[in-house]
């Protein structure tokens, strides 16, 4: 059984910081990629920043800049440093990765993690 756990998030004031953390288990073959996704209240699902590679990465145009997604291949997890953060950045943040497996390839979600920018 494969698992992508998040954890990070939190209550944050404008201009903060924070690093969140998404660790997958399991009989896990390769990863094709980890990426970071985000969904507001009322917003649609949308992607904040994603990693094939550490030469390949691609952020959303909003935190460009602010946020940087790294991975550590050893230890099949994920990572976003989210910088100077904005009451904009409140929402659920969710982890997701296309994976080999032992059942093959396919896509997987944590269960989301809140993350709050207020003052």
């Known amino acids: 059984q494969v698992q992508l756990v998040e954890s990070g998030g939190g209550l944050v004031q404008p201009g903060g910081s924070l690093r969140l953390s998404c660790a997958a288990s399991?009989?896990?073959?390769?990863?094709?990629?980890m990426d970071w996704y985000r969904q507001a209240p009322g917003k649609q699902r949308e992607l904040v920043a994603a990693i094939i590679s550490v030469s390949s990465t691609k952020y959303a145009d909003s935190v460009k800049g602010r946020f940087t997604i790294s991975r550590d291949n050893a230890k099949n997890t994920v990572y976003l440093q989210m910088n100077s953060l904005k009451p904009e950045d409140t929402a659920v943040y969710y982890c997701y990765a296309d994976l080999l497996t032992v059942v093959g390839r396919g896509d997987y979600w944590g269960q989301g993690t809140q993350v709050t920018v207020s003052s």
């Open positions: 399991g009989s896990i073959f390769s990863i094709y990629t």
